[in-house]
């Protein structure tokens, strides 16, 4: 028996019901939308615009065949705003604000690379050697000098500077050698050879709608940062954390890591950043691109 269609043809499908819209709290709409249509006419596709808001689109489409011809459809749609403080009112944006989370924790290090093995500041009437763990000698910290040991002199003759910290001259500049001396003055250093060095971690989360802000996210995997991002691209590190963040060494900031996964017109990424004090050398980290 013959379908008899009355009324409107539905050759557009028709919203269902009203429809709700969600701002995760950093800028990223999502909505689900109940349609039906007829099922010889427009069907609603992957990229459509969501009824209120143009700049969301759809990205995920379900499909139910239902009787008379008709076809219902729940669409998903996705997309990234930002809103004014005043207004409340959504607008297109390209990326999200960055969501953030951190720990601080301790990680292994050679003691040669602590920033007073050398060097320190020595306040006014302390001592040097509980400031400094190596110190310079007579030197300086870049061009230390120390004085003959007593206590390893076979079968090579060794330097001793503080805390019980001996070395070996190899031309000019001195080689590390080891806490060697068991004075109970210097027991805490003896036979150590690494120290336990705070290290902050960083784990972000930003969905953009703009493909060259995930390609710069793969570019500068490895690269460090004075900055908090990139010049013209997301904040990746948020305010409260820093503004500006160079080290002795170089850019405090290193992205670590990025994953990335796509709905529709819009990209997640998932990053990690390495915060060092020193900063990362930036001939072995150079500088976002």
Not at 106 to 116: M, R, S, W, Y
Not at 214 to 221: D, E, P, S
Request: hydrophobic share 35%; proline share 5%; with cysteine.
């Amino acid at each position: 028996m013959a379908v008899n269609k009355k009324g409107n043809a539905l050759t557009t499908a028709v919203q269902q019901k009203n429809c709700n819209v969600t701002n995760d709290g950093y800028g990223l709409l999502t909505s689900t939308v109940m349609w039906t249509g007829d099922d010889s006419g427009n069907p609603i596709k992957k990229g459509s615009d969501h009824p209120e808001f143009s700049f969301m689109k759809a990205w995920k489409v379900q499909r139910e065949f239902m009787a008379a011809q008709l076809i219902g459809y729940k669409v998903d749609y996705v997309g990234i705003c930002s809103e004014n403080d005043e207004t409340g009112v959504w607008t297109a944006a390209t990326n999200t604000v960055a969501n953030i989370s951190g720990a601080a924790s301790l990680q292994t290090e050679k003691i040669t690379a602590h920033p007073n093995f050398f060097d320190g500041t020595v306040p006014s009437g302390g001592a040097p050697d509980m400031y400094m763990i190596a110190g310079h000698g007579t030197g300086t910290p870049s061009s230390p000098v120390f004085e003959p040991s007593t206590l390893v002199t076979t079968p090579e003759q060794e330097y001793a500077g503080f805390n019980g910290a001996h070395f070996k001259k190899v031309g000019t500049t001195y080689e590390f050698t080891g806490f060697k001396d068991p004075n109970s003055s210097y027991r805490a250093f003896y036979g150590k050879s690494n120290y336990l060095s705070p290290t902050t971690g960083l784990s972000g989360i930003i969905y953009t709608s703009s493909s060259t802000v995930v390609q710069k996210f793969l570019a500068n995997v490895g690269h460090s940062s004075l900055e908090q991002g990139w010049s013209g691209g997301p904040k990746l590190v948020p305010d409260f954390v820093g503004t500006y963040f160079e080290g002795a060494f170089g850019g405090q900031l290193l992205l670590a890591g990025v994953n990335f996964e796509e709905y529709g017109h819009v990209y997640k990424c998932s990053y990690q950043i390495r915060i060092n004090k020193e900063g990362w050398p930036r001939q072995v980290y150079p500088l976002f691109v």
